[in-house]
């Protein structure tokens, strides 16, 4: 520690980092191994001690398993969401048999823990959107409310709708009022624009995102800025030209 941080930060920090030390031996009273490591304190435990596992990967060979770190995170990320559920509500106990059936899935090695992780979001999210309280599961009012409101996790929230039908015997579609949606869409395209426009400093990166975000505005056409930086774009009065497939297309500039 004194070589690594001087011996100040080193009289700082000796106390707190000799809990961890502690711990190991009461623990183990050997060297744990990375895993052992991981599964004890978790990710999060082990980024507060950096100094201490430098000094266990330095010295006693305890090497780093970014695989095991990343999978132990996307565990946590899980608990997360299911503890995100008013405990023994109905909601609670419908999304622990989803994650239980997902478990299933994965463990034959059809899924990932990152993709379990991906489906119960957004089934947790309906499930709030639909009671807080979670005394009631969704209806299709429900599933199209949210809809309504993220038109985009249309796809992700099949798996759990399906998965209610099976187990609760509804009937629920996830749907979108495609009209409606873009509807939504634009005003939040005018609403990012007006909070654009009262920027005073009008950077180049300011100038990508304006033009991105008024092609979509304008023109209904999504484009990145990787792909927007492959374009010719000329200056045109008090806007700007566009020339990307073909086409021309005219954009204001504030």
């Known amino acids: ?8 930060k080193a009289a700082l920090k ?22 052992e490591l991981l599964h004890h ?21 305890v090497k780093p398993d970014h695989q095991a770190k990343r999978i132990d995170s996307e565990k946590r990320r899980i608990q997360e969401c299911l503890r995100t559920m008013p405990p023994a509500s109905l909601s609670e106990k419908a999304l622990q048999a989803y994650w239980q059936q ?50 985009g996790q249309a796809a992700s929230v099949t798996g759990f709708t399906n998965f209610l039908n099976r187990l609760y015997a509804t ?4 749907r979108v009022d495609k009209k409606r949606a873009r509807k939504q869409r634009k005003e939040q395209l005018a609403r990012t624009m007006t909070k654009m426009a009262k920027c005073t400093e009008q950077s180049e990166e ?4 304006w033009i991105v975000t008024a092609m ?35 954009l204001p500039i504030t």
């Open 14 to 35: 000796i106390n707190h980092f000799w809990s961890f030390f502690l711990e190991l031996d009461q623990t183990w009273s050997r060297i744990p191994s990375y895993v």
């Open 216 to 250: 979509e505005y304008f023109h209904g056409k999504k484009v990145s800025k990787r792909t927007l930086r492959q374009q010719t774009i000329e200056l045109s009065g008090d806007g700007v030209r566009l020339h990307m497939e073909g086409a021309t297309y005219w």
């Open 102 to 151: 997902l478990e299933v899935r994965r463990a034959a090695g059809k899924t990932s823990h990152t993709s379990v992780r991906l489906a119960l979001r957004p089934a947790a999210a309906l499930l709030l959107h639909t009671d807080r309280m979670g005394k009631r599961l969704p209806n299709q009012g429900d599933v199209d409310s949210y809809l309504s409101a993220v038109p």
């Open 171 to 174: 009937t629920l579609t996830p």
């Open 206 to 209: 300011w100038r990508e995102r």
């Open 41 to 61: 304190f978790g990710a999060e435990g082990l980024r507060r001690v950096r100094l201490p596992m430098r000094w266990l990967h330095e010295e006693k060979g």
């Open 1 to 8: 520690m004194i070589r690594t941080t001087g011996p100040h």
